[in-house]
């Protein structure tokens, strides 16, 4: 079945740094993928998605392509900023589950 | 605004007892699921519904029960029989089941505890 796998966190870093998540899938056929973010308290949302290789999905800064070659689909931003600190997930649909898979979030801290 | 609303925002448990949580989408959405959060984990699938009258379950069902009378509503059960049911709930859904194309929705959850 299909399998996500991204970095432990939690990730510190200083406004204005640049952030990389990464995250690498296992699945039979093509996946779509898609990054979540969850604020505190909150639900998840969607913050950005793509369903074919090579795709790049971008959304608020943020950015991360379907690699194929590599099944990966790393979430990066040229420059955080405060109000970016949540979790961070990285979700797989579709191949022979049917089913979203998530990966274990990545808590993001950003400090001033 | 269309959305999902899931209700109560926190919850507690006595030990022995039932209690039902409540997800609400005014998106017309076909599709809705019910995911279990736990600190450092994934969220791992407990239910999900295709359509009106029909569900199915997830990984992690047992302990839990559901019902899909209104194409809006989803309610969950948490049961006696679920032993450790402290965790954090997200009710979710989508368009249609199957289309890979389409996120799912997440509404903002409730917390469970057990007193």
């Known amino acids: 079945g299909n399998s996500v796998t991204q970095m432990e966190g939690p990730v510190t870093l200083s406004e204005e740094a640049f952030l990389t998540i990464n995250c690498t899938y296992t699945?039979?056929?093509?996946?779509?993928l898609f990054w979540y973010v969850q604020y505190p308290g909150e639900g998840l949302q969607l913050l950005l998605k793509?369903?074919?290789?090579?795709d790049k999905g971008s959304n608020k800064g943020f950015e991360a392509t379907y690699r194929k070659e590599t099944t990966s689909f790393h979430l990066e931003k040229g420059s955080v900023q405060v109000s970016d600190s949540a979790v961070y997930f990285c979700?797989?649909?579709?191949?022979?589950?049917?089913?979203?898979?998530f990966g274990t979030g990545t808590l993001l801290a950003v400090q001033p | 605004d269309g959305g999902i609303t899931q209700s109560p925002k926190y919850l507690f448990r006595k030990e022995g007892q039932n209690v039902t949580l409540s997800c609400e989408q005014n998106l017309n959405h076909d599709a809705m699921y019910w995911y279990r959060q736990d600190p450092g984990q994934g969220l791992r699938l407990i239910y999900y519904?295709?359509?009106?009258?029909?569900?199915q379950k997830g990984d992690i069902a047992e302990g839990y029960s559901v019902s899909r009378e209104k194409k809006e509503s989803f309610p969950l059960t948490v049961t006696s029989a679920q032993k450790n049911p402290t965790a954090f709930y997200l009710c979710?859904?989508?368009?249609?089941?199957?289309?890979?194309?389409?996120?799912?929705?997440f509404g903002d959850g409730t917390r469970l505890s057990i007193l």
């Open positions: 519904s295709q359509i009106v009258n029909d569900f």
């Open positions: 793509a369903t074919k290789a090579d």
């Open positions: 699945a039979t056929g093509y996946p779509s």
């Open positions: 979710a859904s989508s368009p249609p089941w199957g289309d890979s194309n389409q996120p799912q929705h």
């Open positions: 979700a797989a649909y579709g191949g022979a589950t049917n089913k979203l898979i």
